[in-house]
């Protein structure tokens, strides 16, 4: 919840959770599985996109 408050302040409740991607990219020889999620809330919409590594550990979480 902190985190989110910093980035906007009124998000609201979560609505929906819309279209998800996945993707596997390959960096350098190593393999990465990436994830975006659209979720909706009552006052924004936010993009969430998550990597993992080779052993599913979380690498990377972004937020537009």
Known sequence: ETVKEEVFDDWGKQVSIGKTYTAE???????SAVIEVHVEYENTTVIYTLSFNDDMMLQGLFMK
């Open 25 to 31: 990219i390959t960096q350098m020889g190593k393999k």
